[in-house]
Nanobody, 123 residues
C-alpha cells in the first residue's frame, strides 16, 4: 500500500512560482511511476506531469511544458513539481499519484492518490 502526502500549495500572483512536494511511503515498486494531476472546480482531473522511477523520463501536458518541472528523489521518497510563470488558468487542486505499471497522464489508471494541495493564481 502506498501513502502520498502533498504540500507546498498556496496563493501567488500571475508570473510567480510555487514548488509542490509529495512525500511517499509504502511499497517501492508500487511507485514506479509518479505523477501530478490537477482539478479545477467543475472540470475533469487532468494530468500535468509524470516521471518514472528508473531513468527519470518525464512527460508533460502541453499546457505546462516549459513552465513546470517534475522531479523525484528516490532516496528521500519525494516527488516535486516546480511551477514557474504561473497563470490564473493553473488554479486548481493539485494531486500526487502513483502506480506500478502505468506511466501516463490518464487519471483512471492510477491506483494511489494523495489528498491534494490547493494552488491559486491571481491576475
Amino acid at each position: 500500500q502506498v501513502q502520498l502526502v502533498e504540500s507546498g500549495g498556496g496563493s501567488v500572483q500571475a508570473g510567480g512560482s510555487l514548488r509542490l512536494s509529495c512525500a511517499a511511503s509504502g511499497n517501492t515498486s508500487s511507485r514506479n511511476c509518479m505523477a501530478w494531476f490537477r482539478q479545477a472546480p467543475g472540470k475533469q482531473r487532468e494530468g500535468v506531469a509524470v516521471i518514472n522511477r528508473i531513468g527519470g523520463t518525464a512527460q508533460y501536458a502541453d499546457s505546462v511544458k516549459g513552465r513546470f518541472t517534475i522531479s523525484r528523489d528516490n532516496a528521500k521518497n519525494t516527488l516535486t513539481l516546480q511551477m514557474n510563470s504561473l497563470e490564473p488558468a493553473d488554479t486548481a487542486m493539485y494531486y500526487c499519484a502513483a502506480d506500478q505499471l502505468y506511466c501516463g497522464l490518464r487519471a483512471e489508471w492510477y491506483r494511489a492518490w494523495g489528498q491534494g494541495t490547493q494552488v491559486t493564481v491571481s491576475s
